[in-house]
Nanobody, 120 residues
Framework: QLQLVESGGGLVQAGGSLRLSCAAS?????????????VGWFRQAPGKEREAVSC????????NSADSVKGRFTIFRDNARDIVYLQMNSLKPEDTAVYYC????????WGQGTQVTVSS
């Protein structure tokens, strides 16, 4: 059973940085690699809908980010470790949310989420 596992969340002051990681487990023995798939980072704040933050394409690693995080967040891959990262700099209180990574492989796969809290 394929699972996505996020890590790296935490409590940080405004202006600080965090790096989130997304890795796959449970399926890697069959030759599964995250770099074959587009990977997206999403977030959901309390009382709000889940929103897309950043995504990275397969093969060419093209990236796209929401306007609210452009210039502050960077999504990138470490193909050797088969991990997708979200580097978050200049964090703001409005970035506080649970962050999820996602892929689509015949169906949608989501991780369990990692909490990011930015204090003012």
């Amino acid at each position: 059973q394929l699972q996505l596992v996020e890590s790296g969340g935490g409590l940080v002051q405004a202006g600080g940085s965090l790096r989130l990681s997304c890795a796959a487990s449970g399926f890697t023995a069959s030759g599964f690699h995250l770099d074959y798939y587009a990977v997206g980072w999403f977030r959901q704040a309390p009382g709000k809908e889940r929103e897309a933050v950043s995504c990275i394409g397969p093969t060419d690693d093209a990236t796209n980010s929401a306007d609210s995080v452009k210039g502050r967040f960077t999504i990138f891959r470490d193909n050797a470790r088969d991990i997708v990262y979200l580097q978050m700099n200049s964090l703001k209180p409005e970035d506080t949310a649970v962050y999820y990574c996602h892929i689509h492989r015949y169906t949608d796969y989501w991780g369990q989420g990692t909490q990011v809290t930015v204090s003012s």
